[in-house]
Nanobody, 118 residues
Framework: QAQLVESGGGLVQPGGSLRLSCAAS????????MNWYRQAPGKQRELVAG???????NYPDSVKGRFTISRNNAQNTVDLQMSSLKPEDTAVYYC????????????WGQGTQVTVSS
């Protein structure tokens, strides 16, 4: 059974940094693209970073240059390093695993809260 567990959220001041981690189990990790999404109150869930099974990354303009996604295929983990955080980055952050050829095999973590505030 697939399971994604996020960790590393918390409260940080504007301009600060935070690192989120996601541990995957129950899947063949290298068969999945991995993504981080976020959802702020009253807003739709949005993609903030993605990394293919081959290590190609993509980011929306809103976080490009501030966020970095990385994966460790030996440990079945994917991390999101966030820097220069802004209050508008406040949201619940979710880890997502999407099969490379079967997109219906799509799994989500429970989410971790990130709050950027002074």
């Amino acid at each position: 059974q697939a399971q994604l567990v996020e960790s590393g959220g918390g409260l940080v001041q504007p301009g600060g940094s935070l690192r989120l981690s996601c541990a995957a189990s129950g899947i063949i990790f290298t068969f999945y693209h991995m993504n981080w999404y976020r959802q702020a109150p009253g807003k739709q869930r949005e993609l903030v970073a993605g990394i293919t099974n081959g290590g190609i990354t993509n980011y929306p303009d809103s976080v490009k240059g501030r966020f970095t996604i990385s994966r460790n295929n030996a440990q079945n983990t994917v991390d999101l390093q966030m820097s220069s955080l802004k209050p508008e980055d406040t949201a619940v952050y979710y880890c997502n695993a999407r099969h490379i050829v079967r997109p219906r095999q799509d799994y989500w973590g429970q989410g971790t809260q990130v709050t950027v505030s002074s």
